[in-house]
């Protein structure tokens, strides 16, 4: 049974540094296509950033020099580092793990970004 289980929310300053964790068990993190997602009240699920088992990486533009998405192998744990923060990144964030046809999330933590 997958699960994945995140870390890392909490209440932070514009300007600031968040860093996200989902530490996995039952699939092991590098076979895995890797996304955080956000979800901020009113509004459509968007993709953050992806990580692919060949270690290629992909932002949206609205996170692009900003975020970075990375893993831990021995650790079989996926990180999103969040700088620069800014107000209109508030939102709960989500992992998914993609792999053989399967999907599986984690359970959301909730980024808050105010002065």
């Known amino acids: 049974q997958v699960q994945l289980v995140e870390s890392g929310g909490g209440l932070e300053q514009p300007g600031g540094s968040l860093r996200l964790s989902c530490a996995a068990s039952g699939t092991i993190v590098s076979d895995n296509t890797i996304n955080w997602y956000r979800q901020a009240p009113g509004k459509q699920r968007e993709g953050v950033a992806t990580?692919?088992?060949?270690?290629?990486?992909i932002y949206a533009d609205s996170v692009e020099g900003r975020f970075t998405i990375s893993r831990d192998n021995a650790k079989n744990t996926v990180y999103l580092q969040m700088n620069s923060l800014k107000l209109e990144d508030t939102a709960v964030y989500y992992c998914?793990?993609?792999?053989?046809?399967?999907?599986?999330w984690g359970q959301g933590t909730q980024v808050t970004v105010s002065s």
């Open positions: 998914r793990f993609a792999v053989l046809g399967y999907e599986y």
């Open positions: 990580l692919t088992p060949y270690g290629t990486t």
